[in-house]
């Protein structure tokens, strides 16, 4: 079955640097998302992205944060100057249609030190 | 912001008996409910889904039950195997189809052999 595929599957960085998480959706998905799970609380919409723009985002999606959509494969959640209470799983998702339903990937552990 | 929640952290189930997991919702606008799976270091996996107007939908060994009235959803699973255990999240969204999911905190089931 096809997935989606994030990297790195863990990262490490200093507070106040920038990240860049990678995502490749499925090659057909025209839906893409980004979901986030802080260490034992729920999962969390942040962003999600259509026709090459964004269509509705969370407040945790603040100025900090931003998306991409570079090529016609990756799918990159950029986050400017990270803080200590971004440290979560980050989990990108996409489906092929608005109705459809919903494959994620398996995540990528970003750890702020 | 507990919109969806799951109010057992675990569960523990006899091979071949039934898993009975709970989610109670608070937002009466809730319109599609959902339940994914989750292994370790992957990404949740749709399970099973139903929609308002429905207080029941069955698929093989998994039933989700809706009381609207009661705010309240459950999946049984039957008969429990034990590639069953895993985390169990629900989640609303407002209509089919909508971008942002709500997520419960999630159920973690093991089957005993």
């Known amino acids: 079955e096809p997935e989606v595929t994030q990297t790195p599957s863990h990262q490490v960085t200093q507070m106040g640097q920038e990240v860049i998480l990678r995502c490749v959706p499925i090659s057909n998905h025209l839906y893409f998302y980004w979901y986030r799970q802080i260490l034992g609380q729920k999962v969390e919409f942040l962003v999600s992205?259509?026709?090459?723009?964004?269509?509705?985002k969370s407040e945790i999606f603040d100025d900090q944060f931003s998306v991409e959509r570079p090529d016609g494969s990756n799918f990159t959640l950029k986050i400017r100057s990270t803080k200590l209470e971004d440290s979560a799983m980050y989990f990108c998702?996409?489906?092929?249609?608005?109705?459809?339903?919903?494959?994620f990937g398996s995540g990528t552990q970003l750890s702020v030190l | 912001d507990q919109q969806v929640k799951q109010n057992s952290p675990s569960l523990s189930v006899q091979e071949g008996r039934i898993s009975i997991l709970n989610c109670d919702y608070t937002?009466?606008?809730?319109?599609?409910f959902l339940w994914y799976k989750k292994y370790p270091a992957e990404g949740p996996t749709f399970l099973i889904s139903?929609?308002?107007?429905?207080d029941k939908n069955e698929d093989g060994r998994f039933t989700v039950f809706l009381n609207k009235s009661a705010k309240h959803l459950s999946l049984h699973i039957v008969p429990s195997q034990p590639g069953d255990s895993a985390v169990y999240f629900c989640a609303a969204t407002l209509q089919t189809g909508a971008n942002n999911l709500f997520f419960g905190t999630g159920t973690r089931l093991t089957i005993i052999p």
């Open positions: 937002n009466s606008m809730f319109d599609y």
């Open positions: 998702a996409s489906k092929e249609g608005i109705n459809e339903k919903l494959f």
């Open positions: 992205f259509y026709n090459n723009e964004i269509s509705e």
């Open positions: 139903i929609s308002s107007i429905k």
